[in-house]
């Protein structure tokens, strides 16, 4: 089967305000990742997205999406959590238990804005605790617990998972709970992630093999690249060598049938605004490939169903 398919793109997006970084003190302290800073943030992200024509897929934590009222109202459940995993509530119950309203944590308004404007909605963990095989399987019982009570009052099913810290697990419970699709994490290991990290200068980037595939029952969408923030380290490979490296993925992927996909956390804007110069002008070429019939904006779940004659083999 060698036909050539209009090229696919896919952007997820890891929608977790200060929940990500629980564990990180001096982040929480830092304050840069406020409630203003996140809604201007998120605002930009919708515009430039409808711009493009673009519908991803928003991988919410159920604690920010359904905002913090309704978090206090899961307090038991969470202090059971925090048994469990005593590290990464050790920062946030005392914050909740405060009574104050924590500035980064609430992305209920976030999440109706992105949901109204028809991109996928995701799941990135109930509280971005890691849901690798690490964590006790009795923890992420109550993750789904907890999940499904927040996503239940919000109407919401989600059947995709981008898993909290790329740390892929417990596949098999999160299969049976009704997921089917998730992100594959980036190569392990320090040379891979060095090497990752060199291509961010590599102009002529061409891999745009991967797609997604089924794997033990689930549809498996390629790890794909994290658009670079350009923070400590990241920060030596410049803005236009960024775009030149994406605007030859995206060519590569239009000559030879290929499958971009990118992702990034939204707050990663809020601490590194020259990504929103990458990214505005990644989507604008994104935007007119779209237009021009080149290149198909797909949803994480879309991109499943666009490639499943090739996953089978069979139309
Ligand atoms: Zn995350």
Known sequence: MNEHRVAGFTLSLDCEGLWGM???????????IND?????????????????????TAAFVSCFAAGLDAVQANHDLLQRMALLEPSWFANLMPLLEQGSRPEGWDGAALYQAVKADGHEIAWHGATHLSLSDRTAGEAVELELILAGRLFGELGDVPRTIVFPRNLVGHLEMLRGAGFMTYRESPP???????????????????????????????HVSPSGFFLNWPAGVRSLAPVPVTIRRWKSLLREAVDR????HMWFHPH???????MKVAF???????????RSGDLIS?????A???YRTEIGGVA
């Open 188 to 218: 392990a290991g320090l040379a891979r992630r060095m090497l990752g990290l060199l291509n961010e200068w590599n102009i002529r980037d061409s891999r745009v093999e991967a797609k997604p595939e089924m794997r033990d029952g689930w």
């Open 298 to 302: 797909l949803t994480m779940a879309e």
């Open 257 to 260: 049938g290929g499958y971009v």
């Open 268 to 274: 990663n804007l809020i601490t590194a605004p020259l």
């Open 22 to 32: 629980a564990d990180r003190a001096e982040v929480l302290a830092d304050r840069r």
């Open 36 to 56: 203003a800073a996140l809604r201007d943030v998120y605002s930009w992200l919708l515009l430039t997205l409808a711009h493009a024509n673009v519908k991803a």
């Open 280 to 290: 505005d002008e990644i989507l604008r070429e994104v935007g007119e490939l779209v």
């Open 304 to 306: 499943n169903e666009y």
